[in-house]
């Protein structure tokens, strides 16, 4: 008897460490997975950013950029990249928008079905675009995700107490 328990005990200790090592292969899967959904959401927002701006454009929404200037090292003048704020809080966006020399401009909240990713509050869309070239002291508007109509699945969704469907 006093065999067959020990047998059993090493057959036991023997799953356990196969279990471990299956699940730290699972955690490692997952946590790819969770960059590879961040990455995509982040590439989904800009073309969704730029299918927004090209939409505008083609509507004739679109202002005429002012000429180019220098920019003078150790001084926030002349022309300055703007910087990605979308997905930031607007506290943090309009931080980093002051530290790179220009300011929040008109805010817009949107209602909406967004990325999935998006919390409440954060920048959604920014115009001028990052990376575009804008004059120092110059506003930039700042769409922020409000409360909308998130579309759950079904009604034990996580995103349903969010929503503001009936």
Known sequence: MKAQLEQRLTELRA???SGQKILKD???K????????KSLSETLLRISGAIDL???????????????TKIELGTITGIVEVPN??????????K???????????????????????????????EPGPGTKSLA???VKLVIAVKGKFLPPDKNSLCDSFSDRS
């Open 15 to 17: 799953e356990y460490e």
């Open 26 to 28: 699972i955690e490692l």
């Open 30 to 37: 997952l946590a790819e997975l969770e960059d590879r959904k």
């Open 54 to 68: 090209l939409e505008e454009v083609l509507e004739g929404k679109e202002g005429v950029e002012g000429p180019e």
């Open 85 to 94: 704020v979308t997905r930031q809080s607007l506290e943090k966006a309009i």
């Open 96 to 126: 980093t928008l002051e530290e790179a020399g220009l300011t929040a401009g008109e805010l817009v909240e949107q209602k909406g079905v967004f990325p999935i990713g998006i919390t409440l509050g954060e920048v959604i869309k920014q």
């Open 137 to 139: 002291g110059s506003a």
